[in-house]
C-alpha cells in the first residue's frame, strides 16, 4: 500500500459517495480488458482528497495493491511513481530514474494478477496524466481534481464532490469538536452548528478550520459566531475569505513565519529536516530555523515588520520549543497535518493560496526569502572533491519539488505591480539546482529554471556584488545548448561566463580553470580540434601556478586533454593522457569522469586504431562503471555506450547482439 501522508481517521459521513464511486467502477457493462476511472471532481477544499481516501481504505480488504500518485505537477507524478517502483521492488527501479520507473510501473500493471487501485491526487493536465496512464490491463483509478474535463478524458467517468448540506456541515463540527474537546457540546449549541454551516457554505475544509479555531480559543459555537459576523462585517469579506481572516490573524508571530515559509513549498510532503538541521547554528549569515542548541537566531522580522529583515543585533531568537509551539498552533487550527511516522508536514493548496493573499507585501516577501534561505541550506552543493554532484542526488530529488514550487511562486508574482524580489540566497539555489538538472538529464526543466534564474539575477538588487554567479548561470546554460547540439548557442554563452571570470582571475587563478575546460569541450564538439587543445594548454599552464591539489583537477585536464590531442590526430599524446586520467580517476569518487575517460580511450581505439576487440572492452567498462556507480541507466552516456557497444558487435558480424 503506498497511501498519503494524511490520515482518513476523521473522515466524517460521506459514505453515500463512496457507495456511488463503487457502483462507477464496477459497471456490469464494463471492459474486462481496460482499467475502470472516474474522475472526483469539486472546488479546492470540498474534500475530494479525502472522499477517495475513505473509498481506498473502505476497499483495502479487497485490493492487493493500493498506489497514491501526488498529480499536481510533472515532477510530483514521477516522484511517486519512482516511489512505487521502489516500495513493489521492481527489478531496475532506481531512485534516480524517473522515466524507468514510469515504464517499470505500468508494465507491472499490466502484467500483474494483483488487484490493484490508482489514486491520481490532485491532477489538473490531461496531458500528463496520459504519459502515466496504465495500457490495457484490469484495475481501478481514481482521479481528484478540480478540473471536471478529466472525467471525459482520460477517465471514464466523473463524480462531483459536493459541499456539505447545512446540516451534514452541523454534524461535522459537533463531531469534531466532540474529538477534540472530549465533552459532549449542548444541546443549544445545535443551532448555531447550523447556522455556521449556512454560513461557511458547508465548505468542508472551512469548517474543519473553523473547528480548530473555536476549540482553540475555548469558545462555544455561539461566541464565535458573534465574532465571525462582527469581523465579516468590518473588513468586508465573503464567508470563506473571513474565514481564513480569523485564523491567520490568531497566529503566533513564529506561527505565522512557519505558515509563510509552508505556503511557498510544494504542499505534500515538506520534511522535518528543511526546518530542523543541527548544522544550521554554524551559518550565522544563513537562516538557522532549528538547532539542538538551547536556542538559535533567525533573520525573520515580525510578521508586520517591513523587509529586509533588521541587522544581525535584531534577529529574533527562538528556541526549539518554539517552533514546536508554531507546529502545534498551526496543527490545532488545522492549517496544516503532520504525519507522525515520518514527523512531514503537509498543507492544503487552498490554504497556501489564502495566506499568501492574506499576507501583505514584506511579509510575502520575508516569507520567499526565508523559504529560499531554507533551501539553499540544505539543497547539496557539488562535491569538493570530485567536482559534481553524482553522489548527491538522492538529496537534491528530495528537496527538487520545494525548489520548482518556489520557483513557480516566485514567477506568477512577475505580473503584480509588486513581484516578489530576488535574493541571493534564491540565485544560488537555482544556480544549483540547474546544475543537478543537467547531471540528470532533464533538459527541458533546467532550461525552465535557468530562464527564470537568468530574470531573477538580472532583477537582484546586489547582482553587481556577485558576478560569478551570472557567470554559473551563462555556464550551465553553455552545458544545456551543447547536450541539445546547438555549439553555436552553447559557445555564446560560454564567451559571456569567461567575460566574468577572467575579470578575477588575476586574485583567484582557479576561478577560470573550470570556464577554460568547459570552452574547450564546446570548440572540440564544433570540430575545431586545435583550438581545444589550446583552451587545454591554458588551464595546464594555469594549474602549475595552483598550490591547492584539490583545485588543480589535474585528472579532469588530462582526460579533456587526451580527447582534443587523439580528435586532433595527435593520437599517441592523446593515449597518453587519457591512460593517465584513467589511472587518476580509479578509485576516486569521481566515478562519472572515470566512465566518460573509459569511453573516450575507446573511441580512440575504434576510430584510430581500428582496435574492435580492445574498443569493445572499454565500452562495458565505462558502461559497466556507470551503471554500477551512477545508477542512471537512461542517461544520454549510457545510451553512447550501448550504440558504440552495438557498432563493436556489428563489426564481428554479431548482428542478434548488434540489436
Excluded at 456490469?28 to 480488458?33: F, G, I, K, N, Q
Excluded at 538551547?294 to 529586509?308: A, R, T, Y
Excluded at 601556478?545 to 586532433?568: P, Q, T, Y
Aim: proline content about 4%; aromatic content about 10%.
Amino acid at each position: 500500500m503506498v497511501l498519503p501522508t494524511f490520515k482518513a481517521t476523521q473522515i466524517f459521513d460521506r459514505n453515500n459517495l463512496v457507495e456511488e464511486i463503487d457502483r462507477l467502477l464496477h459497471r456490469p457493462d464494463a471492459d474486462p480488458h481496460q482499467p475502470q476511472s472516474i474522475a472526483l471532481h469539486g472546488l479546492g477544499g470540498v474534500g475530494k482528497s479525502y472522499v477517495a481516501l475513505k473509498y481506498a481504505q473502505s476497499k483495502r480488504p479487497e485490493l492487493d495493491a493500493i498506489l497514491w500518485i501526488y498529480s499536481e505537477t510533472p515532477t510530483a507524478i514521477a516522484a511517486s511513481f519512482t516511489d512505487i517502483a521502489l516500495r513493489l521492488e521492481l527489478s531496475g527501479a532506481n531512485p534516480e530514474h524517473s522515466e524507468k520507473n514510469r515504464v517499470l510501473v505500468l508494465s507491472w500493471l499490466q502484467s500483474t494478477t494483483a488487484k490493484w487501485l490508482l489514486v491520481f491526487d490532485n491532477a489538473e493536465s490531461p496531458d500528463v496524466l496520459l504519459r502515466y496512464w496504465p495500457p490495457a490491463c484490469s484495475g481501478l483509478i481514481l482521479i481528484t481534481t478540480r478540473n471536471h474535463n478529466l472525467a471525459f478524458e482520460p477517465a471514464g467517468g466523473g463524480l462531483e464532490v459536493p459541499h456539505f448540506d447545512s446540516q451534514s456541515g452541523s454534524d461535522l463540527i459537533l463531531h469534531l469538536l466532540r474529538l477534540n474537546i472530549s465533552q459532549d457540546l449542548a444541546e443549544a449549541e445545535s443551532s448555531s452548528a447550523v447556522q455556521l454551516s449556512e454560513r461557511l457554505s458547508g465548505h468542508a475544509l472551512a469548517l474543519s478550520t473553523m473547528a480548530g479555531l473555536i476549540h482553540r480559543r475555548q469558545w462555544t459555537i455561539q461566541e464565535f459566531l458573534k465574532v465571525y459576523d462582527r469581523d465579516k462585517e468590518r473588513i468586508h469579506l465573503r464567508s470563506l475569505d473571513a474565514i481564513w481572516h480569523l485564523s491567520f490573524e490568531s497566529l503566533s508571530p513564529e506561527a505565522f513565519r512557519l505558515l509563510g515559509i509552508l505556503s511557498f513549498l510544494m504542499p505534500d510532503s515538506i520534511q522535518y529536516d528543511l526546518l530542523y538541521r543541527e548544522d544550521m547554528v554554524d551559518l550565522p549569515s544563513l537562516i538557522s530555523f532549528c538547532t539542538d542548541d538551547d536556542e538559535c537566531v533567525i533573520p525573520i522580522p515580525h510578521p508586520l515588520s517591513s523587509f529586509p529583515p533588521p541587522p544581525v543585533s535584531k534577529y529574533v531568537l527562538i528556541t526549539v520549543i518554539r517552533l514546536w509551539t508554531a507546529i502545534s498552533r498551526l496543527l490545532e487550527l488545522a492549517l496544516i497535518k503532520r504525519e507522525r511516522g515520518t514527523g512531514s508536514l503537509s498543507i492544503h493548496r487552498l490554504v497556501q493560496t489564502q495566506f499568501l493573499f492574506f499576507m501583505d507585501v514584506s511579509q510575502r516577501q520575508a516569507a520567499f526569502s526565508h523559504a529560499a534561505t531554507l533551501l539553499n541550506i540544505a539543497f547539496p552543493n557539488k562535491s569538493r572533491s570530485s567536482h559534481q554532484m553524482y553522489d548527491t542526488w538522492s538529496v537534491c530529488r528530495k528537496y527538487l519539488q520545494h525548489v520548482l514550487s518556489l520557483i513557480r511562486a516566485y514567477s506568477n508574482e512577475q505580473g503584480l505591480a509588486s513581484p516578489l524580489r530576488p535574493t541571493r540566497e534564491f540565485c544560488e539555489l537555482l544556480v544549483r539546482c540547474g546544475r543537478y538538472l543537467g547531471e540528470i538529464g532533464m533538459y527541458s526543466e533546467m532550461q525552465d529554471l535557468l530562464d527564470v534564474a537568468l530574470g531573477a539575477y538580472h532583477a537582484w538588487e546586489q547582482r553587481d556584488e556577485f558576478p560569478l554567479v551570472l557567470a554559473d548561470l551563462e555556464r550551465h546554460l553553455s552545458v544545456l545548448w551543447l547536450q541539445r547540439g546547438d555549439f553555436r548557442k552553447s559557445e555564446d554563452h560560454m564567451i559571456r561566463a569567461l567575460e566574468i571570470v577572467e575579470k578575477d582571475a588575476a586574485t583567484n587563478i582557479a576561478v577560470v580553470l573550470a570556464p577554460y575546460n568547459h570552452m574547450s569541450n564546446v570548440v572540440a564538439s564544433a570540430g575545431r580540434y586545435d583550438e581545444a587543445i589550446m583552451w587545454q594548454e591554458k588551464v595546464l599552464a594555469l594549474s602549475d601556478k595552483i598550490e591547492d591539489d584539490s583545485m588543480k583537477r589535474v585528472a579532469l585536464l588530462n582526460c579533456n586533454l587526451g580527447r582534443a590531442l587523439f580528435l586532433a590526430g595527435r593520437v599517441e599524446e592523446g593515449k597518453s593522457r587519457l591512460e593517465l586520467a584513467r589511472d587518476q580517476f580509479t578509485g576516486s569518487q569521481n566515478w562519472a569522469m572515470l566512465a566518460f575517460t573509459l569511453f573516450s580511450l575507446g573511441n580512440l581505439y575504434y576510430f584510430c586504431e581500428s582496435d574492435v576487440d580492445r574498443a569493445e572492452k572499454l565500452y562495458t567498462e565505462a558502461y559497466d562503471v556507470w551503471l554500477k556507480e551512477g545508477q542512471a541507466p537512461t542517461n544520454e552516456f549510457v545510451v553512447s555506450c550501448l550504440y558504440r557497444l552495438g557498432c563493436c558487435s556489428l563489426e564481428h558480424e554479431d548482428f542478434t547482439e548488434a540489436m
